[in-house]
């Protein structure tokens, strides 16, 4: 990261959003007690009523951020109809706060396939048995169903259910947050910059970021 002026603290805030982003996770990974990767996912309904719930980060580059779930669930129906989502990570310990802000893609089946393959075999399982949002009337009905899926696969080839995959936020806003004395936070806001060459790309084929401070 280049030192151009523009920084959060005494930390110079870099050209590359991704890059600041995978600092403050390995620093927040190492201060937190649980789930470094949590992110409040915001979603809105057919109504446009906004919706909130908390989800992993399962994989990031520099296209987005990924995680997974049940397409069937209110957070995948909701996703998959308006092709857009928002992203907040909280790291109380540190101080800071990461807002995202983008549009969507459904993760290749190669890159699902090879997440869920990582997953405990319960997990695995559960991936088919729960029909995720849906009411249920026990929950001897999950017990159930789990049962069945593990008679259905005995070993450890547990193929992945079709309504199961992943979702990837594309970015085009990044802010960061970071805690200042007397409420003077430090808040720099990553926007993608369609005006880096003729055909609004950096080197390396994606779009450049723009950047710029915000009053806290």
Not at 6 to 35: C, H, K, M, S
Not at 201 to 206: A, H, R, S
Request: glycine share 10%; aromatic share 10%.
């Amino acid at each position: 990261m280049t030192n151009d002026g523009l920084t959060l603290g005494e930390v110079p805030a870099g050209e590359d959003p991704f890059a600041l982003f995978e600092a403050w996770l390995e620093e927040a990974t190492a201060a937190e007690i649980n789930d470094a990767n949590a992110m409040a996912l915001a979603t809105v309904d057919e109504g446009g009523l906004p919706d909130v719930r908390m989800v992993l980060l399962k994989g990031l580059d520099h296209r987005g951020f990924v995680f997974y779930t049940n397409f069937g669930s209110a957070k995948g129906r909701e996703i998959l109809a308006s092709g857009k989502a928002a992203l907040c990570f909280h790291w109380k310990s540190l101080r800071r706060q990461v807002r995202v802000r983008g549009v969507s893609e459904i993760v290749s089946d190669d890159e699902a396939d090879a997440y869920y393959a990582t997953r405990p075999r319960r997990s695995r399982l559960g991936a088919w048995a729960s029909e995720q949002s849906r009411p249920l009337e026990s929950r001897q009905i999950l017990v159930d169903r789990v049962a069945e899926a593990d008679a259905r696969f005995p070993g450890e080839d547990i193929p992945r259910p079709p309504h199961w995959s992943g979702l990837r936020i594309l970015p085009t806003e990044i802010e960061f947050w970071k805690d200042g004395e007397f409420r003077l936070h430090d808040r720099i806001l990553y926007t993608r910059d369609g005006e880096t060459d003729g055909r609004g790309t950096g080197p390396d084929g994606e779009r450049a970021w723009a950047r710029r401070r915000l009053y806290p």
